[in-house]
């Protein structure tokens, strides 16, 4: 054997050692943990692995977890914030939009002002210890990591050509924003829990909804509307959080290691969510690969320049405008601006 070879080998060795007697050193300790919807990939592919199988493994067993969805439990998601600083749970998985009444919070995920996911990303970053500090004063919680869904589209159960046809119809929204954005083209915005979208599109309630590509494809939603414009209108960030009644009873090995954990687990969240969200598409329209089931037919609109302008102008001329003022000072606009909006290239103003 070779020097280097051997070298390396030691190496290795040291760290695989050091490793598992970093786990060995935890103690042993069991978490309740609340996660998102059961059936989308958030779950299935990040949130209930990263508990059952990444952190107990890495932990040598020292470090378990009861994870539930709010599927399960019947809970809506909007809840999840109160139960976490009610001390029901220790973590959880949430979206900030569900965060209600919240400009703070919100500003992370106002519709339409990130197009891509790149962006997206770079959002949280620069926004996102705002975020944080409005959840340990306000929610006593601490937050570990933020992550993405597919890009969220408009669906709608009666032929459109463009964003201007969804003027009159009423639109299911997730969040304030939203809401503003698709009363801005016209429409109007009703807030539906996810698992009631589609009876609610089925009886008419709602005329079309903005979810994500493959949330879309999986809760059936290609089943029950016919077209869907190509058009990302958010991405609705999410948080894991943890309860800082929960954090500070923590030794500091325990917090090393699981910040180390959750780190990792973001960055392998965001990558799974990116490599899916064409393929949402796909399976939603029939016009590609589809591995998750069988395709939906959806008429795939593909946006022009007019559309495009009608989304920029909505959310320069309506939706930042009514954010201004929800978030109330000039400072909390402020920071928006010095972030975001750099990032963005957009300035929100309560004018």
């Known amino acids: 054997m070779s ?19 970093i786990a060995q050193d935890l103690p042993k300790q ?58 029901l749970f220790d973590f959880a998985h949430g979206v900030t939009i569900y965060i209600a009444e919240d400009a703070v919070v919100e500003g992370i995920d106002i519709a339409g002002a990130a197009k891509d996911f790149p962006t997206a990303k770079k959002t949280t970053e620069v926004y996102g210890t ?83 590509t493959m949330p879309a494809f999986k809760a059936g939603w290609h089943e029950v509307t016919t077209h869907v414009l190509n058009m990302p209108v958010g991405f609705t960030i999410s948080f894991t959080a943890v309860s800082l009644a929960t954090w500070n009873k923590l030794d500091d090995k325990t917090k090393a290691f699981l910040e180390a954990q959750m780190k990792t687990a ?14 949402g598409i796909a399976c939603t329209t029939g016009t590609g690969k589809c591995t998750v089931g069988k395709p939906g037919k959806l008429v795939k609109v593909e946006p022009s320049a007019e559309d495009v302008a009608a989304r920029e102008k909505a959310l320069n001329d309506v939706v930042l405008k009514r954010w201004a003022k929800r978030c109330g000072t000039p400072e909390c606009v402020q920071k928006w601006n010095d972030t975001i909006g750099k990032v963005v290239g957009l300035n929100a103003s309560g004018s």
């Open 130 to 212: 705002i975020v944080a500090e409005q959840f340990a004063n306000k929610y006593g919680a601490k937050i570990l990591g933020y992550y993405t869904w597919p890009a969220q589209m408009i669906y709608c159960n009666s032929p459109i050509k463009s964003i201007a046809d969804v003027k009159g119809k009423k639109v299911r929204v997730q969040g304030t924003s939203q809401g503003d954005l698709v009363e801005a083209l016209g429409a109007t915005g009703v807030t539906i829990p996810f698992a009631e979208v589609v009876p609610a599109l089925q009886r008419g309630t709602v005329d079309c909804g903005i979810t994500g």
């Open 3 to 21: 020097r280097l070879v051997g070298s390396m080998l030691l190496a290795g060795t040291i760290v695989l050692a050091g490793t598992s007697a």
């Open 30 to 87: 069991s978490f309740k943990v609340l996660g998102t919807w059961s059936n989308l990939t958030n779950w299935q592919s990040n949130e209930q692995p990263l508990w059952t199988k990444t952190i107990p493994e890495a932990s040598k067993g020292q470090i378990t977890a009861n994870i539930q969805s709010v599927s399960e439990l019947g809970l809506k998601g909007t809840e999840l914030i109160r139960l976490l600083k009610l001390g």
């Open 266 to 279: 973001h960055e392998s969240f965001w990558k799974v969510i990116m490599d899916e969200n064409e393929e």
